[in-house]
C-alpha cells in the first residue's frame, strides 16, 4: 500500500464509490460478501487498493496545506512545480496558536518582534503526491489557503 488504509467512516462516506471500485472488476455484493467471508486477506488488499486510488485523486488536487502548532505555523502552497512555505513562529512560549485566544492574539500582533516569519520553496521529488501526503501524516491538513494566500499578498506588498 502506497499511502494509508481509509478509515471505517472515511470508507462509509465514500461506500457508493467503493461499489463503482468492486463494479468494474465484476465483484457484486453477493461475491463481495463471500471474499470477506473466505478469504479476508483479499478483502483487505481490495480496501488498500481503493484506498490508495482515494489518496492519488485527493492528492493530485490538493492546492494548500496548513500544520498549525502552539508556537509555529507551516503555510503551504502545493504548485505544479514546487511546494512552496510560509512558516510564522512565535517567540512568545505564553501564545498557543491553536487555541482562540492565541489566535487572536496572533491576528492582533502579527507584525510584532514576537513573530518570526520565513518563506522557502522546495521541489518535488519524483512522487510529488507522495510528498504531499508525507505532510498530511506529519499533521497538516487540506485547506483553501486563505491564510497561506492573506500572508503572501502581505509579503508581496510593497
Known amino acids: 500500500m502506497k499511502y494509508a488504509r481509509l478509515t471505517k467512516e472515511q470508507l462509509e462516506e465514500l461506500h457508493p464509490e467503493f461499489i463503482n471500485f468492486l463494479a468494474t472488476q465484476s465483484i457484486d455484493k453477493t461475491e463481495w460478501d463471500e471474499i470477506k467471508k473466505h478469504k479476508p486477506q483479499v478483502a483487505e488488499e481490495e480496501l488498500d487498493v481503493f484506498s490508495d486510488l482515494v489518496w492519488e485523486g485527493v492528492l493530485s488536487k490538493v492546492t ?3 500544520n498549525i502548532s502552539a508556537q509555529q505555523m507551516h503555510l503551504f502552497h502545493l504548485t505544479d512545480k ?7 513562529k512565535i517567540m512568545n512560549p505564553e501564545i498557543d496558536l491553536t487555541t482562540k485566544v ?17 518563506t522557502a520553496s522546495k521541489a518535488y521529488t519524483d512522487d510529488p503526491n507522495q510528498d504531499k501526503f508525507e505532510l ?5 491538513v487540506i485547506t483553501k489557503g486563505e491564510l497561506y494566500q492573506w500572508f503572501d499578498n502581505v509579503i508581496e506588498a510593497p
Do not use: C, H, P, T
Not at 82 to 88: H, P, R, T
Not at 102 to 118: A, E, I, L
Open 102 to 118: 492565541g489566535f487572536d492574539w496572533f491576528r492582533k500582533n502579527w507584525q510584532s518582534d514576537f513573530v518570526d516569519y520565513m
Open 64 to 66: 494548500y496545506l496548513e
Open 82 to 88: 514546487e511546494m512552496k512555505l510560509i512558516a510564522v
Open 136 to 140: 498530511i501524516k506529519q499533521g497538516a
